[in-house]
């Protein structure tokens, strides 16, 4: 029989032969193959307990999320005294109807003429039935050139039975509110008393984004030219292959990209390989590749690797380490806000530098402290960048809300089926996202921008922000 070694029972479902034979080979090889059994099983718990630590909150079950006390938090609504808010009244009212009683409702007495009456004003959607609306087309020859014309008809796309509206209410349904299909046909069906079927609302939409993409190309124009940009990432699925929607945001526009790379190929592709303007990211290597005018990097991400390392290393050295990078964070958020003078404002700034130099430039015993000490040195230039300019924030919080409505759209929609279904996505989901932070009514503008392509063969200009009446 072939001898055995220790390194043939590394496993955790020993037979009793196997454990038998493994008693036979000695005292020091069974300590052997027991502690190394113990020390990869206490490795795959760190790692199932990191897994389970860096999960989004959305992803983790309800039934494993602790109870939070909520004796602590502030009382919701409005303070005591605060005057309320009520539905403004309509500046014009419909319809008046007159209720009144012709007997007691209680012992059924006949009642007289009212002493008073009130006034309450209610708003209602009553239902909705569609307008059918037969276009009797004409056509005429032009005795000059021989050439055949018709008028346009500007309600509708070439060929389409649905109007501009349903075209533009349901792309934004879906693309902007993240509805889905079902729901959306569901709602035209019941309420609003349309018949379509799903192949035919994925057609028009496909149509429009054909004539939207022109718009599309605008918005990642302006993207490449803002002065702040802040940009992320999140998975996508197309054609059941693993894809990547990128989202670049500014305060006044948002452009989605879906690639198939998550690497500096699509950074490239969309952005070139120079930035003017101050990129916001987070830690992720690929955005290095792009040589910007100013970099920030998200302190927010930093302090939750920080919390993550926390909850498993307890050693003092990392438990030192944290505390003064926490408050070399701190005092540079309190530097953000000062007022002091611009001396005194200059030497606190250098002193902030200095001190994150000096902290990280030191070699230690603890692998944590040795890694967070690399990263910070490495993404230097980027730490700090929010202090020297006014219109940089800290956190990479703006794309990752504006992200967030893609990621509750891939939960419902779960995939594009199509490259082209994926174009379709992100130009829609573009534009709506846009006008929406443009202060715009996306179905009303893209409406209006329907008609004027389908009488003059072009799209009108990309709305601007839109001022506010104040």
């Given at each position: 029989m072939r001898k055995s070694s220790p390194e043939t029972f590394i496993k955790a479902n020993l037979t009793r032969v196997e454990a038998e034979r493994l008693y036979d080979l000695g005292r020091e090889a069974t300590i052997w193959v027991i502690l190394e059994i113990t020390s990869r099983w206490g490795r795959s718990q760190d790692s199932d307990a990191m897994s389970e630590i860096s999960t989004p909150s959305g992803q983790i079950p309800v039934y494993k999320k602790p109870n939070i006390d909520n004796r602590r938090r502030k009382k919701p609504g409005a303070k005591f005294g605060h005057p309320g808010t009520r539905r403004e009244i309509p500046p014009t009212i419909d319809e008046e109807k007159v209720h009144s009683l012709d007997e007691c409702p209680s012992c059924g007495e006949a009642l007289g003429a009212a002493f008073e009456q009130r006034e309450r004003i209610v708003e209602d959607i009553p239902e909705v039935k569609p307008i059918i609306t037969k276009h009797i087309i004409k056509r005429y020859r032009c005795k000059s050139c021989g050439r055949t014309h018709e008028a346009i008809v500007a309600e509708a796309l070439s060929g389409a039975a649905v109007g501009n509206n349903v075209v533009a209410l349901t792309a934004w349904m879906h693309y902007g509110l993240g509805t889905t299909l079902s729901q959306i046909i569901a709602v035209l069906n019941s309420h609003l008393s349309f018949k379509i079927s799903e192949g035919g609302l994925v057609d028009i939409w496909r149509r429009l984004s054909k004539i939207l993409d022109e718009w599309y190309g605008q918005i990642a124009l302006e993207a490449r030219s803002e002065a702040v940009l802040h940009a992320d990432e999140t998975g996508w699925r197309v054609n059941g292959k693993t894809y990547w929607l990128w989202c670049f945001s500014s305060k006044n526009l948002t452009c989605y990209f879906i690639n198939r790379s998550r690497g500096s190929p699509a950074l490239l592709e969309f952005m070139g390989e120079t930035f003017s303007g101050t990129l916001i990211t987070d830690f992720w290597p690929a955005y290095n590749r792009i040589a910007c005018e100013g970099r920030q990097y998200c302190l927010a991400h930093?302090?939750?690797?920080?919390?993550?390392?926390?909850?498993?290393?307890?050693?003092?050295?990392?438990?030192?380490?944290?505390?003064?990078?926490?408050?070399?964070?701190?005092?540079?958020?309190?530097?953000?806000?000062?007022?002091?003078?611009?001396?005194?404002?200059?030497?606190?700034?250098?002193?902030?530098?200095?001190?994150?130099?000096?902290?990280?430039?030191?070699?230690?015993?603890?692998?944590?402290?040795?890694?967070?000490?690399?990263?910070?040195r490495k993404y230097s230039d980027g730490m700090f960048t929010f202090l020297i300019e006014e219109n940089v924030d800290h956190t990479n919080n703006h794309a990752e809300r504006e992200i967030r409505p893609a990621v509750i759209m891939r939960k419902v929609i779960q995939q594009n089926r199509s490259d082209r279904g994926a174009h379709t996505q992100e130009v829609l989901m573009s534009v709506f996202r846009t006008l929406k932070l443009r202060g715009h009514d996306p179905m009303k503008t893209v409406v209006s921008a329907l008609s004027d392509y389908l009488i003059t063969g072009t799209l009108p200009p990309l709305p601007v922000v839109k001022l506010s009446d104040g």
């Open positions: 930093m302090f939750r690797e920080l919390d993550r390392v926390d909850e498993r290393n307890k050693s003092g050295e990392w438990k030192t380490f944290r505390k003064k990078l926490m408050r070399i964070f701190a005092d540079a958020m309190r530097l953000k806000k000062s007022d002091a003078a611009d001396d005194a404002w200059e030497s606190r700034y250098a002193r902030v530098l200095d001190r994150l130099n000096i902290l990280c430039g030191k070699t230690s015993r603890d692998a944590d402290v040795n890694r967070l000490s690399a990263r910070v």
